[in-house]
């Protein structure tokens, strides 16, 4: 049995609602009604250029390590332009391929959660119940870890540690994806390297063929998945970064409404952050990014801040860009230290991480660094740690950027999130594992069966829900 553990939040919590990424109903006092949406298809076709050929879920895309992906050849709508400054960049090479092993699978008990959030000013009356705040349960909670060598996206419930369900990314299966991102109603977002955003819902009752839909590792549906919200196909060679916005809370719906995707793709030398409307797909804003030379992989990780600004980072000692989501005005900067991962704590501060970590401050766009022996991904944990992904995972102080604790993992971890309970995530690329690690006991839970898991971006929601609830 794993010891449940109290989330490290703050008392009183994030600015924003803190629930379950699963959860839409934030619970406050009050009565309880219930969240969901229409079960219209949303499935959205932008084929300008040349039509997408569909294939049956056999088909599988043939092993690829995180290089450039061949072009799609499907051209994306935008339907807005954007301005731009300058900057210069270089980048690093990027990871190869992994050797295949196995990895024992694990279970997780089905003890009560217990958060320490308090409710929350944007989450009113007549929404209660659902995993926000003052002690709630979370209706269920994922994380979503692409699975690159084959072209699918894995829904892993982290409680129970069941994949409850496996989808294709891309209609022809040969999406090559890497980065997810989740909504704080739970819905996923997934980019492919070759091209293109995929969105699915995660309670099934929302999805618009609830009878088709993947129910495990081993039940992927020919596309579209009955889950599937929308797909966005995108004329790009090299596409990483995803990421939520969080939308606003409507009392009506007990749901964020007006979410949005940022998400950037580059064909050498031009680069693009592209944002999309969160319930169709369509693209809103395409804002051609000028200075930055697309290099190895153009932008390669990618979040939002407190007010839904866009940070990217790329590869290497390159430069993170910052675009306005008011009048998408961009800004870049040095990056310092050479990065990996990215991500955005409670704070408002962006951090670039590898083996060194690298924390700016947009009010006085200055950098403070540190060599901490990490890896790769990193994602703060809501509190006063910034988890670094590898072997031990390394957590360093995020006021001080000390090393404040290490977990051991069986096998290196490339990416890491956090879930609502607190535990720490990584993907392992060696083990075709991920692993749930527990930081107040450091037991560790598998989940075995996945195929090159190569996520280290948002992967549960806890990133966004915790961004711009500065402490003190």
């Known amino acids: 049995m794993t010891t449940r553990r109290t989330p490290p939040h703050e008392a009183g919590g994030p600015r924003r609602n803190a629930f379950s990424p699963a959860c839409a109903k934030p619970e406050i006092a009050g009565g309880r009604v219930s969240s969901g949406r229409g079960t219209g298809m949303r499935i959205t076709w932008f084929t300008a250029v040349s039509a997408v050929a569909l294939a049956g879920c056999g088909s599988a895309a043939p092993p690829a390590d995180d290089g450039d992906g061949g072009s799609s050849g499907i051209a994306s709508i935008t339907l807005g332009e954007g301005s731009a400054t300058q900057g210069s960049a270089t980048a690093g090479p990027e990871d190869g391929s992994a050797t295949q092993a196995s990895a024992d699978g694990g279970t997780g008990d089905t003890g009560e959660i217990k958060f320490d959030l308090g409710a929350q000013p944007d989450a009113n009356l007549g929404c209660d119940g659902g ?30 540690l069941i994949e ?34 995929t969105m699915l819902f995660a309670r099934t009752e929302q999805c618009p063929d609830p009878l088709n839909t993947s129910t495990g590792s081993a039940d992927v549906k020919p596309w579209p998945d009955g889950c599937v919200g929308w797909h966005t196909p995108m004329a790009y060679n090299s596409q990483r970064p995803v990421a939520w916005t969080a939308g606003t809370f409507d009392n009506g719906t007990c749901r964020y409404e007006d979410t949005k995707v940022w998400t950037s793709g580059a064909n050498d030398p031009q680069i693009d952050v592209v944002l999309l409307d969160g319930e169709t797909g369509v693209v809103e804003q395409t804002v051609a990014v000028n200075g930055l030379v697309a290099s190895f992989f153009g932008i390669y990780g990618g979040a939002v801040d407190s007010e839904d600004n866009f940070w990217g980072s790329q590869l290497g000692v390159g430069r993170i860009l910052r675009v306005d989501r008011g009048d998408f005005s961009q800004q870049n900067w040095v990056m310092p230290v050479a990065g990996y991962g990215m991500a955005v704590d409670r704070n408002d501060r962006v951090w670039t991480c590898s083996n060194s970590v690298g924390r700016f401050d947009y009010p006085t766009q200055t950098w403070q660094t540190a060599v901490v022996g990490g890896a790769n991904g990193c994602m703060p ?66 989940v075995a069966g996945l195929n090159y898991p190569y996520t280290y971006s948002d992967m549960t929601g806890f990133g966004l829900s915790q961004v711009g609830g500065p402490s003190g």
């Open 164 to 197: 409850e369900g496996r989808y294709l990314t891309r209609p022809d299966g040969n999406g090559n994806p890497s980065r997810t991102s989740v909504n704080l109603n739970g819905d996923a977002v997934v980019a492919n390297r070759s091209g293109g955003v």
């Open 381 to 446: 944990d809501g509190g006063d740690l910034l988890w670094i992904s590898g072997d031990p995972m390394v957590g360093v102080d995020i006021e001080t950027l000390a090393v404040a604790q290490t977990l051991d993992v069986p096998n290196s971890v490339r990416g890491i999130s956090i879930d609502f309970n607190g535990y720490v995530w990584g993907p392992s690329l060696n083990a075709n594992a991920a692993y749930r690690v527990d930081p107040m006991t450091g037991q560790i839970d598998t």
């Open 131 to 160: 995993g926000g705040g003052g002690g709630g349960t979370p209706d269920f909670s994922y994380i979503w870890i692409a699975n690159s060598n084959e072209s699918t996206v894995s829904k892993i419930n982290t409680e129970s």
